[in-house]
């Protein structure tokens, strides 16, 4: 059974950076699509961007040109890179694990498999 664990999270003013980073145990995930998704108080959980196994990436408009995806094999890590941060990105941020093949169900909650613990972002003004 995967863990993903997710880390990198913080408190930052607005304008600042952040990277995230999400790495498993128990498995390589160099073959399957990874997502970063965020939830925030009151609020259903929504996806900010994902990386297919062959590296094409997706992002959600509002964080476009803002944020970056990547992945590292060699150290079975996937990355979010965060720029120019609002204090409407705060939330609990989530990396997660798309077993299946295919990258339609990429931007959608439920075509993850694998859920990591969280890690908070607070962006102040």
Not at 50 to 70: C, E, L, N, P
Request: net charge positive; glycine share 12%.
């Amino acid at each position: 059974q995967v863990q993903l664990v997710e880390s990198g999270g913080g408190m930052v003013q607005a304008g600042g950076s952040l990277r995230l980073s999400c790495a498993p145990s128990g498995r390589t995930l160099s073959s399957y699509g990874m997502g970063w998704f965020r939830q925030a108080p009151g609020k259903e959980r929504e996806f900010v961007a994902a990386i297919s196994w062959s590296g094409t990436t997706y992002y959600a408009d509002y964080v476009k040109g803002r944020f970056t995806i990547s992945r590292d094999n060699a150290k079975n890590t996937v990355y979010l890179q965060m720029n120019s941060l609002k204090p409407e990105d705060t939330a609990v941020y989530y990396c997660a694990v798309k077993y299946s093949s295919g990258t339609a169900l990429l931007i959608r909650v439920y075509g993850y498999d694998h859920w990591g613990q969280g890690t908070q972002v607070t962006v102040s003004s």
